[in-house]
């Protein structure tokens, strides 16, 4: 096959199968690397220590509500828009949550999402993966930023945005407590940078 009869095929699929494709493309990944396609780019991302820590931080914290088997970090999601094969930090899902034929979680059982930013992938994080997190009503997204000390809370998806944004400092609790979450999650072990 030509890399133009390629690309023709690729266009004429749909975007699961495309996704599929991608994925499959990009095996086998390289240790200490997550692999991401946002809006049908693909992203790779060196994992950090302190990218790391923070996200076990939140999944420890999470299992206080959430059975080890509804958590997982860096597992491929599909969201709604073209092309997005998420992989989160943390990724919480409802209880009944349900795997697709294919083996894979749907968005639509997600409840939580965290992402600890990377400065390349950044971008991302703020813009179209939150697009499509709030489109797909994931009903609470929180991102952490550890070069600034901030976390920002989503919370209320309607209509392709979340209504309400709050921020929290490193240090302060964010309080899931009024969310599906019901619980509050501590900030002050968190590092920076």
Known sequence: MTVLE???????C??????????????PT?????????EGTVYM???????????LGIIMQLCAKYPQARLMSDVR????GHLNGFATDVTALGEGAAMTEKGRWRHKDVEFVAEVISKGTAANDYGP?????ATAEVPVYVIVDPYKGTCYVYTQPKEGSYVTRTTVDFGDD????????????????????
Request: no cysteine; hydrophobic share 35%; glycine share 4%.
């Open 129 to 133: 993966k939150k697009t499509a997190f």
């Open 30 to 38: 390289p240790e200490g690397y997550k692999v991401e396609i946002v």
């Open 77 to 80: 999601i599909d969201y709604p």
């Open 6 to 12: 390629d690309r023709i095929a690729m266009a004429e």
């Open 45 to 55: 991302s060196p994992q950090r220590t302190t990218h790391w820590q923070i996200t």
């Open 174 to 193: 964010i309080d899931l407590t009024g969310t599906v979450v019901d619980l509050v999650l501590k900030t002050d072990e968190f590092p920076r940078g």
């Open 14 to 27: 749909d975007d699961e199968s495309t996704l599929d494709a991608m994925f499959d493309r990009l095996e």
